[in-house]
T-cell receptor, first 114, second 115 residues
Framework: DQQVKQNSPSLSVQEGRISILNCDYT??????FLWYKKYPAEGPTFLIS?????DKNEDGRFTVFLNKSAKHLSLHIVPSQPGDSAVYFC?????????????FGKGTRLSVIA | DAGVIQSPRHEVTEMGQEVTLRCKPI?????LFWYRQTMMRGLELLIY????????DSGMPEDRFSAKMPNASFSTLKIQPSEPRDSAVYFC?????????????FGDGTRLSIL
């Protein structure tokens, strides 16, 4: 029973174009969402987060959009750069009901082609 | 600042042997998490500690797995006896005051291969 789903295992994008990574969740109690980036042989690193009281959060080239009614969030990277090639994990938690653990999706491998 | 430090980075051992993975969290962090990453299941939370006390170990797959945190700067994950299906990358992560804008910081993982 996967509560956080990243249905695209991989994505290829040309350098300079927009990368859009998608994530769906099933638990309506989730109220905090995060994206992590992972390079080979390294641990995941925090990229950007969004609270359920917002529908958009932006940090430089990275923007996360949240659609609560659809239980969907997406990460936009504009413009994409070769250094963005990595595996991206979506994660969610419920902070209002105590400290619930992060639930991770299986990840999407992004390849940015020069 | 030093991040989360895990050792060893790679471990290859034979089935039936005891395996001990080690983690040093970021100083001052009061939460510590152990995860396992596999192709099939992605990142799974195994167990987490708050102020050195295990809070939830429901993710530990079997009694062969155990974890301890004897002090704020050290934790171990032990598998005894190990089996080939335990082969995976094991990550340790720590955070300060879970909640709010306090993301978890991950170590670089231990790649475990059980032959």
């Amino acid at each position: 029973d996967q509560q956080v789903k990243q249905n695209s295992p991989s994505l290829s994008v040309q350098e300079g174009r927009i990368s859009i990574l998608n994530c769906d969740y099933t638990n309506s109690m989730f109220d905090y969402f995060l994206w992590y980036k992972k390079y080979p042989a390294e641990g995941p690193t925090f990229l950007i987060s969004i609270s359920s009281i917002k529908d958009k959060n932006e940090d430089g080239r990275f923007t996360v959009f949240l659609n609560k009614s659809a239980k969907h969030l997406s990460l936009h990277i504009v413009p994409s750069q070769p250094g963005d090639s990595a595996v991206y994990f979506c994660a969610a938690s419920n902070r209002n009901s105590g400290n619930t653990p992060l639930v991770f999706g299986k990840g999407t491998r992004l390849s940015v082609i020069a | 600042d030093a991040g989360v430090i895990q050792s060893p980075r790679h471990e290859v051992t034979e089935m039936g042997q005891e395996v001990t993975l080690r983690c040093k969290p970021i100083s001052g962090h009061d939460y510590l998490f152990w995860y396992r990453q596999t192709m099939m299941r992605g990142l799974e939370l195994l167990i987490y500690f708050n102020n050195n006390v295990p809070i939830d170990d429901s993710g530990m797959p079997e009694d062969r797995f155990s974890a301890k945190m004897p002090n704020a700067s050290f934790s171990t994950l032990k598998i005894q006896p190990s089996e080939p299906r335990d082969s995976a990358v094991y990550f340790c992560a720590s955070s300060f005051r879970w909640g709010g804008n306090q993301p978890q910081h991950f170590g670089d993982g231990t790649r475990l291969s059980i032959l």
